[in-house]
């Protein structure tokens, strides 16, 4: 679980490692290294793959501007990702 200031998408790239409910529709660098790092190891970007309204999906608001950024995330080992539940 980190502050990874990473904008998941919803690109083909991100399939096999991020679920289909993230907020952006853009890549952000930080978002190719965390997608490399997943897929690398097995992992899964787990925060993306819960349903919610977006006001519950951002972490950031860019100051002056409504853009909200979903750039917290948690990544944990395919193996153990069912134990990651929401609770919201």
Not at 43 to 49: D, E, L, N, Q
Not at 67 to 86: C, E, G, L
Request: overall charge positive; some cysteine.
């Amino acid at each position: 679980m980190g502050d990874f200031n990473a904008k998941i998408d919803r690109e083909k790239f991100t399939a096999t490692v991020a679920g289909k409910y993230t907020l952006h529709e853009v890549t952000s660098e930080n978002e190719k290294g965390l997608g490399q790092l997943a897929a690398r190891h097995n992992m899964i970007i787990k925060s993306t793959g819960f349903e919610h309204k977006r006001i519950h999906k951002g972490a950031w608001m860019c100051p002056g501007t409504n853009v909200v950024n979903q750039i917290d995330h948690v990544v944990t080992n395919k193996r153990h990702a069912t134990s990651i539940t929401d609770k919201l």
